[in-house]
C-alpha cells in the first residue's frame, strides 16, 4: 500500500526496540508510529517509548489506563496517580494521560471510556503540566 501510493506512512503495534528499527528500515524511513500498552501498570514499553523519541516517530501507548476493566482501580493500585490528581485539583484519568504526554510530543494515548466525564477528562490532559518531581516515568 506505502508502494502504491495508497497510504503515505505506517504504523506498526506490538515492537520492541530491534523491531522499530527493522521497520524503519524496511519501510525507507515511512514508518509514522509505533503503538504499544503503556500505562501504569504495564511500564515496559518505556524502553520503546525512549527509543521513538530518537527518530522522532509518534508514540500511542494504548490503554492508557490499563484497559477499560482495569480503569477502575487505578487509584488503588497506583496511589501516586490519585494523589497527583488531588494536588492538581483534577482526576486521575486526567493526570494518567497527562503522565504519558510528559516525554515528548509525540506521544499520543490512545484512550477508551464509557462515561463522557472520563473521556473530557483524557481530553484535558493535553493542557496538564505534571511537576518533574511527581513521577519518575521509567520506574517498573
Do not use: C
Request: glycine share 8%; hydrophobic share 45%; aromatic share 8%.
Amino acid at each position: 500500500m506505502l508502494n502504491e501510493g495508497v497510504v503515505m506512512m505506517a504504523g506498526i503495534s506490538n515492537a520492541d526496540v530491534a523491531q522499530i528499527d527493522v521497520a524503519h528500515e524496511v519501510l525507507g524511513g515511512r514508518l509514522w508510529s509505533v503503538q504499544n500498552q503503556f500505562s501504569p501498570a504495564f511500564r515496559s514499553s518505556w524502553g520503546e517509548l525512549d527509543h521513538r523519541t530518537k527518530p522522532g516517530l509518534a508514540f500511542l501507548p494504548r490503554s492508557p489506563l490499563g484497559s477499560i476493566a482495569n480503569a477502575k482501580g487505578l487509584t488503588e493500585r497506583h496511589s501516586a496517580f490519585q494523589q497527583a490528581a488531588d494536588e492538581a485539583g483534577t482526576s486521575v484519568y486526567r493526570v494518567t494521560p497527562a503522565w504519558e504526554l510528559a516525554p515528548a510530543p509525540v506521544v499520543i494515548p490512545v484512550t477508551w471510556a464509557s462515561r463522557s466525564a472520563s473521556i473530557r477528562g483524557s481530553a484535558a490532559a493535553a493542557d496538564l503540566e505534571l511537576a518533574a518531581d511527581q513521577f519518575v516515568l521509567p520506574s517498573v
